[in-house]
């Protein structure tokens, strides 16, 4: 399978473009294109992005990235045919089909795996000008956008104003639009998009956890009572839903209730469960996850962690429960060292 990422996709982060997940490269900086850009084809024509490509076409696994990228399953193949030369180019003509937009940290919650405090980004200005010059660069060529994998889009005033504001004549037929939210203001801000509705593909709802006091104290600022009028509200919506549950010693007792109430919820097609990651932002530095990671064979609730998965087996089978980056025996790859992290306040 030949992985079309450095052709097809980018990430776009606060002063920040990525084509390829930045944890799988041994130089990420190679292949990170940084700084503020008014024409985005210097940004998509980069040298950095045109070496990236390079290494795809001609099948060089010396690029300091794995053969087989753990987070998406797409292989590298060398000798790919001559059509696939002949469609792919390192100097690219046409804009990215994909794009997911991580550039805003504003959410209306705090929780403690990725963010040490709340964040209300004050660089609203910033954040809507730089995705609407992306939006108006490449609406004729994408094909799907995610917003946003940073914060919440609808806690986000520049975000919400750009939803609010999309004009899908504008796009591509086939444009559609993923949201990535904690699902809490749905309710209240969903019918103010109504102009969009018709192309959101899928909502996908971080929650974490089921039960009260689980919940309050993973999912820092929101209420229980809020996630449950959420998830009511979302299982009478047309748009079919994902919801993702970061497990930690904290609330992997929460297991078999989330996959209960994912099996519950109508247009619920995927519940994604996976062990969780350091982020630079994490409240309590990489000594809070480490007391929390359930990777660590030492860790004090290690075994119990692992009762619970051999207790759920039905449940964890069930057709929507994606949990293979949960088990055990996959988490030395689903660890992210400190060194691999990006950094906020990298100099250019």
Not at 105 to 125: F, G, V
Not at 262 to 284: D, E, F
Request: aromatic share 12%.
């Amino acid at each position: 399978m030949f992985c079309n990422y450095p052709f097809d996709m980018m990430h776009v982060l606060e002063r920040a473009y990525m084509t390829c997940c930045y944890g799988w490269f041994d130089q990420p900086e190679d292949f990170v294109v940084r700084g503020d850009y008014d024409n985005l084809w210097e940004v998509w024509n980069h040298e950095k992005f045109k070496r990236l490509r390079s290494l795809w076409i001609n099948g060089d696994f010396e690029g300091g990235y794995p053969k087989e990228c753990s987070p998406c399953g797409k292989r590298i193949e060398a000798g790919v045919d001559d059509d696939i030369l002949d469609y792919y180019s390192r100097d690219m003509t046409k804009g990215p089909k994909v794009i997911g937009f991580s550039n805003d940290l504003t959410c209306n919650l705090h929780c403690w795996t990725c963010r040490a405090k709340p964040i209300i980004e004050k660089k609203q200005k910033k954040v809507w000008k730089q995705t609407n010059n992306v939006l108006n660069t490449w609406k004729k060529d994408i094909r799907f956008i995610e917003c946003i994998g940073s914060g919440d889009p609808f806690a986000s005033p520049a975000w919400f104003d750009i939803l609010q504001n999309i004009d899908l004549s504008n796009y591509h037929q086939d444009f559609r639009i993923g949201i990535f939210t904690n699902g809490l203001l749905l309710p209240t801000h969903w019918g103010r998009i109504s102009n969009i509705h018709s192309s959101i593909s899928r909502i996908r709802m971080s929650i974490d956890a089921v039960s009260k006091d689980i919940y309050e104290r993973t999912r820092l600022g929101g209420k229980w009572e809020d996630l449950n009028r959420a998830l009511d509200f979302v299982s009478e919506m047309d748009q079919p839903l994902t919801l993702n549950m970061v497990v930690t010693a904290d609330n992997f007792t929460d297991i078999p209730l989330v996959i209960k109430k994912a099996i519950s919820i109508p247009n619920c097609i995927i519940l994604n469960i996976t062990t969780m990651r350091y982020w630079p932002q994490m409240r309590g530095g990489y000594e809070r996850f480490h007391e929390m990671d359930l990777s660590r064979e030492d860790h004090p609730k290690r075994d119990e962690f692992i009762k619970v998965l051999n207790e759920n087996k039905d449940l964890l089978n069930n057709p929507i429960v994606q949990s293979e980056r949960l088990m055990p025996e996959h988490q030395e790859e689903l660890v992210r060292k400190p060194s691999l992290r990006i950094s906020k306040n990298y100099e250019d």
